[in-house]
C-alpha cells in the first residue's frame, strides 16, 4: 500500500531518520572507542605534542600510531554519517554494516 504524505510529514519522516543515523554513528564510535578510551587518546596525542615529534622514542612513535588508527576510525564513521546524512531520502536500512567501516 503507498501511503500519501504531505511535505511537513515527509519532512518529520526524514529528520527522524537523520537523528537515528547520527545515533547509530554515535553507538557504533562509543562500541569502537569508549569516552574514556577517546579522552585517554586525546591525552595521549596531546603529551606526544608537548615533547615534540623530534623527540619521540621508539617507544612514543608507535603509541602515535596507534592513537592515529583510534582517530582515524571514528572519523570513518563520521564520514559515513555525513553521507548517509545527504542521502535524500535516507536509505532505511541505513543501520546495516554496509553503509558503515
Sequence with gaps: MVEDYTDEQLTLLQDNLLSQVKLEAQRRIINFA?????????????????VGQANWTEEQSKQYLSYIQVWN?????????NILEAYSP????????????
Design 34 to 50: 569508549p569516552d574514556w578510551k577517546q579522552r585517554n587518546t586525546a591525552a595521549g596525542l596531546a603529551q606526544l605534542a608537548v
Design 73 to 81: 576510525e571514528i572519523e570513518a564513521i563520521r564520514a559515513a554519517s
Design 90 to 101: 535516507i536509505p532505511e536500512n541505513f543501520s546495516e554494516d554496509s553503509y558503515w567501516p
